[in-house]
Structures are given as C-alpha cells and as structure tokens.
C-alpha cells in the first residue's frame, strides 16, 4: 500500500494500492526519477478522472482537497 500525505501539514491523506501510484506517476510531472511529491490543483483532478482514474482515487483526493486551491501531496510505501 501506498501512504499519502499532505506536504505542508504532514498529514496523512489515505493509502493507495500500488497500481493507483503508477495510474498517478503516468498522468503527473516527476521532477526527477526520486520525485515522490506532485502538486493538485481541483483541474488535475478533473484530468485525472477525464483519463479514467479509478472513482474511490478521485473521491479521495478531492475529499482531502476541500476548498483549496491546491497542495502538494507526498506518497511513501506504508
């Protein structure tokens, strides 16, 4: 399982099976090949499910979202 975490607060977001973190790492900009953080805005999230990113992903991230405009999440193996 994957672990997710807001970057600013430290908190943690949810987990995530393996195959949702490559759906993520194939859809979202790396920095590097040790990147392990990717900003979301509410229009990535659309983008997301626009490319067929499972429900219960999408239901997470904007759950976790809220109101804001943005955050940057962190994944880790739990």
Partial sequence: MIML?????????GTIPDEQLQFLMGELEEESPTDV???LQPE???????DGAPAD???????????REGMEIQWSRA
């Fill in 44 to 50: 990535t999230i659309d983008m997301l499910e626009d």
């Fill in 5 to 13: 975490r807001d970057k600013e607060t430290g908190q943690t977001l």
């Fill in 37 to 39: 953080d990717y900003w």
């Fill in 57 to 67: 992903l999408i239901t997470l991230l904007r759950a976790k979202l809220g109101g």
